[in-house]
């Protein structure tokens, strides 16, 4: 059982950063293929950035590529997402997602949501606001 705690979100004005984190429990990240995914209001979770263990490949929706960063500290077992440049249209709830690395063949596939479940996991989410 993995347990996943995001944490940073905030509101934040246009072209501002945000860095989100996300800490897990339960299992070392560096076997776990991960996804940082986005919900806004009326709209389906869309998976954003994601990486895969299997072949340390990174993935970014054409929305956020160039403004946001995935890193980890194995270390501490947290991956973050850096957000600048942050837009309105960004404000989202936001969550990550692990599944073993053995799972996933890409970070593309990692993106997916219906490719969280089963065996994967989720945290509870944290609120982006990016005001105009």
């Known amino acids: 059982q993995v347990q996943l705690v995001e944490s940073g979100g905030g509101l934040v004005q246009a072209g501002g950063s945000l860095r989100l984190s996300c800490a897990a429990s339960?299992?070392?990240?560096?076997?776990?293929?991960i996804g940082w995914f986005r919900q806004a209001p009326g709209k389906e979770r869309e998976g954003i950035v994601c990486?895969?263990?299997?072949?340390?490949?990174?993935y970014y929706a054409n929305s956020v590529k160039g403004r946001f960063t995935i890193t980890r500290d194995n270390a501490k077992n947290t991956v973050y997402l850096q957000m600048n440049s942050l837009k309105p249209e960004d404000t989202a709830v936001y969550y990550c997602?692990?599944?073993?690395?053995?799972?996933?063949?890409?970070?593309?596939?990692?993106?997916?949501?219906?490719?969280?479940?089963?065996?994967?996991?989720w945290g509870q989410g944290t609120q982006v606001t990016v005001s105009s």
């Open positions: 997602a692990v599944k073993a690395g053995l799972f996933i063949d890409s970070a593309q596939a990692m993106c997916v949501e219906d490719a969280i479940a089963p065996m994967g996991y």
């Open positions: 339960g299992a070392p990240l560096e076997d776990y293929a």
């Open positions: 990486f895969s263990s299997r072949d340390d490949s990174t």
